[in-house]
């Protein structure tokens, strides 16, 4: 039984279109350098009717004698064959192929075999284009013609139906294919169906030995147009020739196919290489045209009359879309773009001035505050009543601000600020007076007797007592400060729209008590904070006390107890004596002290003395 194939039944379809390109001249003069004279242009074939209209096909009209003149087959038939090779060297390999499909004479020149190689012009041509090239190709294999190797690197085309961006290039069979030729059948064939589509051929494991393969998935695939054209030779030399003959045609066979697949690889891994280069190159290309376009447009601009500085700012060139572009610079396009371009070039002028204005500003508060800060450093103003901002204050008043605020191109040196500095003395003194009050106020909400509700300058030295007690409410430190002393250490941070120590609060309870450990000890009002921590006294609270447990603690927790606990009004403190309470104790044979980290004493039952010693 007969089994049709497919090539037979019309299915198969062979990649024959740059190869018929290069065979169509076989028949025609072959080239000139072989018979002496340029072949003769083929008379133009009228095109075909539409349609399945009857009667002779219509003859074109002839054309006008200033068209006729303007033809290529004519210009090119005119010219020297010298001539015409020389332009053609100066042609990329893909300027070639598309000069040789523009009509037949230029095909004829191009596309045409000959016999003696060594006067093969046409041959030479693709071989300088080749050689021209940047980055440099690899070189053509030799069962490949210098056209058809062109083809497969420098486009992008099927090999068997012309559909175009097709990338991947299938390197042992020279080929490029579109998804739907490269399915079985098509063009390729898988191995194991050779014998099934082509039954007439004899043994054809041994036959595909001799045939160049690819591989895919762990199978392999043959080109189908080779299959009957080495499968006929094969044939025949297997029963006509000698079997010298075969041995030669089969060596020869499969030295070219190990040929093809040992450079199947480099060609490969070179082009990939050059395809890298080529995009570097054609980027790096890209980026110098940019750059010469971008330069041509500063340089029309800076004759308008703009600061260069200006010009190639950086919001300028990154806004604008005018200098991404690889194109020349022509008047039309500069016309459309001027006004943008100007437009940006004024704002980024605008924005440039601001900046600089801002930085001749900065620079002359800069200056300002450290003639204020010298002052503040030589002054008797304590820290406490010194605002956080203090300096930035005093920099912002009228007078300052009428020198910082000068013009920009005047100058403004440490003299300029002398008037501005006799001010100064007064504006510190107000601000002291605010925090001072401001403390005042504490007091007086916190219900301190002894300070009139308006307070005035008079009232400024119950600040400068210890019995001034401010608590913290926001740090983690639950004792007092006493006096302004301790205010000057004080450092938690300023709130946003509020005053100096606005996260302090004043405690009367804790005030009086401080007031009677004062009088317990036979201390003057006037006493201050420092003074105390260095006489390191002792108290006993006699309302949280009983006889064989005193409750002891010294100055500053006495205020912090009387500040939580709330006693009767009965109720004092006792200056207590640490050693007569250990002799008391010894006497008495009651138990020991048990100190706490606080400074709190308390006794403790069954707690030996030596503890305590």
Not at 12 to 30: G, I, R, S, T, W
Not at 596 to 609: G, I
Request: aromatic share 8%; glycine share 4%.
């Amino acid at each position: 039984m007969v089994v049709p194939t497919q090539r037979k039944s019309g299915k198969v379809k062979e990649a024959n279109h740059m190869e018929n390109e290069v065979e169509d001249l076989e028949d025609e003069n072959e080239y000139e350098l072989s018979h002496g004279t340029k072949p003769e242009p083929r008379e133009p074939v009228a095109p075909a009717m539409k349609g399945k209209r009857k009667g002779k096909a219509r003859k074109p009209d002839k054309l006008p004698p200033d068209v006729e003149a303007g033809r290529l087959d004519t210009f090119f038939d005119k010219l020297p064959t010298e001539v015409i090779y020389n332009i053609f060297s100066f042609l990329h390999p893909l300027d070639l192929l598309r000069v040789a499909r523009t009509n037949r004479v230029l095909r004829s020149h191009l596309m045409a075999k000959v016999i003696a190689i060594f006067f093969d012009a046409s041959a030479r041509i693709w071989k300088a284009a080749r050689y021209t090239t940047n980055p440099p190709i690899p070189k053509c294999p030799s069962d490949q013609t210098e056209p058809q190797w062109a083809r497969l690197l420098f486009t992008t085309e099927c090999s068997n139906c012309s559909k175009n961006k097709i990338l991947s290039i299938i390197w042992a069979h020279r080929l490029r294919l579109c998804h739907n030729c490269d399915r079985d059948g098509v063009v390729l064939i898988l191995g194991a169906k050779v014998k099934w589509t082509f039954p007439d051929i004899e043994d054809v494991p041994s036959l595909l030995k001799l045939l160049p393969w690819s591989k895919s998935a762990s199978k392999k695939y043959y080109k189908i147009s080779e299959i009957p054209k080495i499968g006929a030779e094969w044939t025949r030399i297997k029963k006509v020739g000698t079997e010298k003959e075969f041995e030669e045609f089969t060596k020869r066979r499969v030295k070219e196919v190990m040929e093809i697949r040992n450079t199947s690889d480099c060609l490969a891994k070179s082009w990939a290489k050059c395809e890298r280069d080529r995009a570097h190159q054609e980027q790096k290309d890209k980026e110098d045209l940019r750059k010469s376009r971008r330069n041509e447009i500063f340089a029309r601009l800076e004759a308008l009359g703009h600061n260069p500085s200006d010009v190639r700012n950086f919001p300028v060139r990154g806004t604008i879309s005018a200098f991404g572009y690889t194109v020349p610079l022509t008047e039309s396009r500069w016309d459309m773009m001027r006004p943008t371009l100007e437009m940006a070039v004024n704002e980024a002028k605008s924005k440039h001035v601001e900046r600089e204005r801002n930085r001749v500003v900065q620079s002359r508060k800069n200056l300002a505050e450290t003639l204020v800060g010298e002052y503040y450093s030589n002054s008797n103003i304590r820290p406490a009543f010194r605002s956080h901002s203090c300096v930035r204050d005093v920099v912002s008043s009228k007078m300052f601000e009428e020198v910082i605020q000068r013009p920009t191109e005047v100058s403004v040196i440490r003299g300029d600020f002398e008037e501005a500095l006799h001010t100064v003395p007064e504006l510190a003194a107000n601000a002291s007076r605010g925090i001072q009050c401001h403390l005042l106020k504490l007091m007086i909400m916190g219900g301190a007797l002894d300070i009139k509700r308006s307070p005035t300058g008079s009232s400024f030295g119950a600040l400068l007592l210890v019995t001034a007690t401010f608590f913290c409410n926001v740090g983690s430190n639950r004792l007092p400060y006493c006096g302004v002393g301790e205010l000057d250490g004080h450092c938690c941070p300023p709130a946003k729209n509020k005053p100096k120590f606005h996260c302090l609060s004043y405690n009367r309870r804790a005030s009086s008590a401080v007031a009677a450990l004062l009088t317990e000890a036979g201390l003057d009002s006037n006493t201050t904070a420092e003074q105390m921590d260095e006489m390191d006294l002792l108290f006993s609270c006699s309302g949280c006390s009983n006889g064989s447990s005193p409750l002891v603690m010294n100055w500053r927790e006495a205020a912090r107890h009387a500040k939580t606990v709330d006693h009767s009004e009965d109720s004092g403190w006792e200056l207590f004596f640490f050693e007569e309470f250990i002799e008391e104790l010894k006497r008495a044979n009651i138990g020991g002290v048990w100190v706490y980290p606080t400074t709190e004493f308390q006794t403790k039952p069954k707690v030996p003395l030596e503890r305590t010693t």
